[in-house]
């Protein structure tokens, strides 16, 4: 069974920055899709970004585009997701998820974290 575990959620201000971690053990990331998905209150989880296998594509939702990257640290096995210039709107629980391929349906991924709390606000 893969066990995700995302970390690096906090309090900032808008216009802070924030790096978020999904990792795992026993099993190599490089071989799965990874995608951060989040979740606000009231509100369905959406997709925010994801890396192919192998990181041949990346794909980010268009409220994150230009303030937001994905990327890969295979020799620590973990997946980042830098977040930049970041808004009140950007407030949610946000979940590491892991499958075959990139989707931005939450239900085609098998595989996830147990969610770190990112807030922003002055």
């Known amino acids: 069974q893969l066990q995700l575990v995302e970390s690096g959620g906090g309090l900032v201000r808008p216009g802070g920055s924030l790096r978020l971690s999904c990792a795992a053990s026993?099993?190599?990331?490089?071989?799965?899709?990874i995608a951060w998905f989040r979740q606000a209150p009231g509100k369905e989880r959406e997709a925010v970004s994801c890396?192919?296998?192998?990181?041949?594509?990346?794909d980010y939702r268009d409220s994150v585009k230009g303030r937001f990257t994905i990327s890969r640290d295979n020799a620590k096995n973990t997946v980042y997701l830098q977040m930049n210039r970041l808004e009140p709107e950007d407030t949610a629980v946000y979940y590491c998820?892991?499958?075959?391929?990139?989707?931005?349906?939450?239900?085609?991924?098998?595989?996830w974290g147990q969610g770190t709390q990112v807030t922003i606000s002055s």
């Open positions: 998820a892991a499958d075959r391929g990139c989707s931005r349906s939450a239900i085609d991924y098998e595989y």
């Open positions: 026993r099993f190599t990331l490089d071989n799965y899709a």
């Open positions: 890396i192919s296998k192998r990181n041949r594509s990346t």
